[in-house]
């Protein structure tokens, strides 16, 4: 067998969540109105809830067009790799940087929580701010508060923005 490492293994082991499979048996978020494997309608007699694999939820698109998969956690900032979250394996590096010095070295935790992109800002030092496709304006969080952000939805750290593309339909 393949030996993994303890990064790799805690990665494998929180992407197990709860679903549902299509009539095709493609594995996919509870409240999913189509397959996002085969687009096929999620309209079954019974639902019965299953564990699996969670697949990539999307990716985070940056200004510049840079993707990055919605696989496992990030740590965001000018040096992630000082993170602890990123030294243990909980979480990979995302190495961000504007050349303002507005960009914090830890500065924002992107964590996949079941089905949902969930930002944390990290305390950073000029804020993490966030914008929902139904929101009516930016929201700044302040130090360690959470946002799940939505397929759609909009990130800035410094003056980079990602976008949140959800490849589930």
């Known amino acids: 067998g393949v030996s993994l490492g303890p990064a790799q293994a805690v990665s494998l082991r929180h992407q197990v969540v709860t679903g549902i499979n299509c009539a095709r048996g493609h594995f996919n978020n509870p409240n999913a109105l189509y397959c996002g494997i085969c687009g096929l309608a999620m309209v079954q007699n019974s639902v019965i809830a299953v564990e699996g694999r969670r697949p990539p939820l999307g990716v985070l698109l940056l200004d510049d067009g840079t993707a990055y998969s919605l696989d496992g956690d990030y740590i965001l900032g000018r040096g992630p790799d000082t993170a602890e979250d990123v030294a243990s394996g909980r ?79």
Request: aromatic share 6%; hydrophobic share 35%; net charge positive.
């Open 91 to 169: 979480a990979r590096p995302l190495t961000v940087d504007d050349g303002s010095g507005r960009i914090s070295r830890v500065h924002a935790r992107v964590t996949l929580n079941a089905w949902d992109v969930v930002i944390t800002d990290l305390g950073s030092h000029n804020g993490t701010t966030v914008f929902n496709p139904r929101d009516t304006s930016w929201r700044t969080l302040g130090a360690n508060e959470s946002v799940v952000l939505q397929p759609g939805g909009r990130l800035v750290v410094g003056q980079r923005t990602f976008e949140f593309q959800s490849i589930q339909r």
